[in-house]
T-cell receptor
Framework: ETGVTQTPRHLVMGMTNKKSLKCEQH?????MYWYKQSAKKPLELMFV???????ENNSVPSRFSPECPNSSHLFLHLHTLQPEDSALYLC??????????????FGQGTRLTVV | AQKITQTQPGMFVQEKEAVTLDCTYD???????LFWYKQPSSGEMIFLIY??????QNATEGRYSLNFQKARKSANLVISASQLGDSAMYFC???????????FGAGTTVTVRA
C-alpha cells in the first residue's frame, strides 16, 4: 500500500510552461516535505510543512512555489523552469515534525524533464 | 560538511548471499536517529530500518540488520539471503535532535545476480 501518492509520475515541460506536482498522503500525518533528487547528488530538502504551515524554504528559487491547502495535500507549482531543474521530485510525510524516531514515508516521485 | 558518507557507489552480490552496505555519519550530538531507505527503479523511497543513538541493541527487521558502532560513527546495513528484488539503490540517512530534516548519503546501488 502506498500511503503517499504523487501525480503525475512523469512530466516533460518547456521552460515557459506552468505545471503543478501533486502529493496526497492517506496516513493522517501532520508534516509533509518536498525533496529534490538529482543525478549523482544526495536528496535535497526543498520545503517543509507542518499542520499546513510552511516551516522551511530551503533557499529554493522562486520558480518553485509550494502550496499546502490541508494536512493531506501538498502541491509544488512550477513556472519558467531551467533544464537543470530536471530531477526526481519526491514528496514525503511524517507523523510529526520533530520526533526523532519518526520515519518519513515517501511517494514514488515525479520524474521531471525540462526541455 | 557531508553528514552522511556512503563510500560504495555500487555493489554486486550473488543471490542468497549477504551484503553489507557501509555508512558513516558526522554529528556532535549525542541523540540522533539513523535510517536506511531502499529506492527501486520505480522511484519510491521505502523505509527499511531505524536505529536510535541510545539503542543498546542493533536494530533488525526481517532480513535487514543494522551494525551500529557508535564510537566509530558507523551504521552499516546488512542484507542477508539476498533476493533479486533487493536490487535497488540504498540510502543511509540521519536526523539530529530538534531538526526535522533527514540528511541523506549519496546512496549505494546494489545489483543481485542470479
Amino acid at each position: 500500500e502506498t500511503g503517499v501518492t504523487q501525480t503525475p509520475r512523469h512530466l516533460v515541460m518547456g521552460m515557459t510552461n506552468k505545471k503543478s506536482l501533486k502529493c496526497e498522503q492517506h496516513l493522517g500525518h501532520n508534516a509533509m516535505y518536498w525533496y529534490k533528487q538529482s543525478a549523482k547528488k544526495p536528496l535535497e530538502l526543498m520545503f517543509v510543512y507542518s499542520l499546513e504551515e510552511r516551516v522551511e524554504n530551503n533557499s529554493v528559487p522562486s520558480r518553485f512555489s509550494p502550496e499546502c491547502p490541508n494536512s493531506s495535500h501538498l502541491f509544488l507549482h512550477l513556472h519558467t523552469l531551467q533544464p537543470e531543474d530536471s530531477a526526481l521530485y519526491l514528496c514525503a510525510s511524517s507523523q510529526e515534525l520533530y520526533r526523532g524516531a519518526t520515519e518519513a514515508f515517501f511517494g514514488q516521485g515525479t520524474r521531471l524533464t525540462v526541455v | 560538511a557531508q553528514k552522511i558518507t556512503q563510500t560504495q557507489p555500487g555493489m554486486f552480490v550473488q543471490e542468497k548471499e549477504a551484503v553489507t552496505l557501509d555508512c558513516t555519519y558526522d554529528t556532535s550530538d549525542q541523540s540522533y536517529g539513523l535510517f536506511w531507505y531502499k529506492q527501486p527503479s520505480s522511484g519510491e523511497m521505502i523505509f527499511l530500518i531505524y536505529q536510535g543513538s541510545y539503542d543498546e541493541q542493533n536494530a533488525t527487521e526481517g532480513r535487514y540488520s543494522l551494525n551500529f558502532q557508535k564510537a566509530r560513527k558507523s551504521a552499516n546495513l546488512v542484507i542477508s539471503a539476498s533476493q533479486l528484488g533487493d536490487s535497488a539503490m540504498y540510502f543511509c540517512a540521519m536526523r539530529e535532535p530538534n531538526d526535522y530534516k533527514l540528511s541523506f548519503g549519496a546512496g549505494t546501488t546494489v545489483t543481485v545476480r542470479a
